[in-house]
């Protein structure tokens, strides 16, 4: 794994926090890109973030200045390589799992991008997370299931969780479609081995236990969150859908974007219209971060190191310049 310089020009953007009296955070750009699209972010160790690079076939990996950027992987069917890599997840400290969306298949990394094994499987996912040391859990409601759960070694374990009906998004709107795709989600895991489901095209996010059962659900609320389900309805007066995603034979509009669980179990959930919804461990809709006047476009990824926020959009990293605690 090689390693390239970064010089990267500071920006200063705000970020308003909603409801918290008006409080404005200081954001500041550490990384930037063209045509870069960053899924998930990682720490890999006390000082070093890695995302995937779905544009780019790669693992981009840098401190928390945005410094001392290395990359890994390139586009190919190879051992190390990837074609449109879609998440990343850490299984303990010594081992960074890739999820090689096209070449439907698990890669295995040692922090320094050395290539481990990898496992496959038959089905689209584009999702995925590691809910013990030893446990993977890949979208896959194509499969009747919320998540698929496979070993290390590529031994598939079962199912989790049941899929859900579209009326729990849009309780007032039912929906004739595939069942499928309204159950895409992104993936988090919480420290107690919770399974964070955050809906692709539904106000909606739920915490299923490691045996599949559900821990507590909550539905969206809130004008941001309607403004997003007037988008997707396609409503008259709504804006056009500037998120959208082809998948299971039809296009929706994005509703949530990304998903990510503080130190602290909070949970950030990222949203189409580049707010950031903020849930406590129980669930409660506890606070709203509205990056509007920050980021032009949907943030991709999210992570709080437990000090400060860092914020993905397509195309560039920003960190908040001071501390963002969660209470």
């Not at 390589?81 to 400290?93: D, E, K, N």
């Not at 955050?198 to 609320?221: E, K, S």
Request: glycine share 10%; aromatic share 8%.
């Amino acid at each position: 794994m090689s390693g390239v310089a970064a010089a990267v020009p500071l920006l200063w953007v705000l970020c308003l926090a909603i409801p918290s009296e008006g409080e404005t955070l200081r954001f500041r750009r550490i990384f930037e890109g063209p045509n870069r699209w960053l899924c998930g972010l990682v720490q890999v160790n006390s000082g070093t973030l890695c995302a995937v690079d779905s544009n780019y076939n790669e693992v981009v990996c840098f401190d928390k200045r945005g410094s001392n950027v290395v990359r890994f992987g390139g586009a190919g069917q190879g051992p190390g390589r990837m074609q449109y890599p879609a998440s990343i997840a850490l299984a303990g400290h010594d081992t960074m799992l890739v999820l090689d969306m096209d070449n439907f298949r698990v890669q295995l990394f040692r922090p320094d991008g050395s290539y481990i094994s990898e496992f496959r499987f038959g089905f689209v996912s584009d999702a995925m997370a590691v809910i013990d040391k030893n446990t993977v859990v890949l979208n896959g409601p194509s499969e009747g299931a919320i998540a698929i759960k496979y070993s290390l070694d590529g031994r598939r374990l079962g199912r989790l969780g049941e899929l859900v009906p579209s009326t729990l998004g849009y309780p007032d709107r039912p929906l004739k479609g595939p069942v499928a795709a309204m159950n895409r989600a992104y993936f988090a895991s919480t420290k107690d081995r919770g399974l964070v489901v955050a809906f692709q095209f539904m106000p909606l996010v739920q915490v299923l236990n490691a045996d599949g059962t559900l821990r507590w659900r909550r539905r969206l609320t809130g004008p941001s969150v309607e403004e997003l389900t007037r988008v997707f309805w396609r409503d008259p007066g709504a804006p056009r859908a500037k998120s959208s995603k082809r998948i299971d034979g039809v296009q929706f509009a994005r509703v949530i974007t990304c998903v990510n669980v503080t130190p602290s179990q909070h949970i950030l959930v990222g949203m189409a219209n580049r707010t950031i919804v903020v849930l406590n461990k129980k669930g409660e809709q506890v606070g709203l971060l509205d990056c509007r006047r920050a980021v032009t476009l949907e943030p991709q990824a999210l992570f709080h190191d437990g000090k400060f926020l860092y914020v993905a959009p397509p195309g560039e990293v920003l960190v908040t310049e001071e501390p963002l605690w969660l209470k």
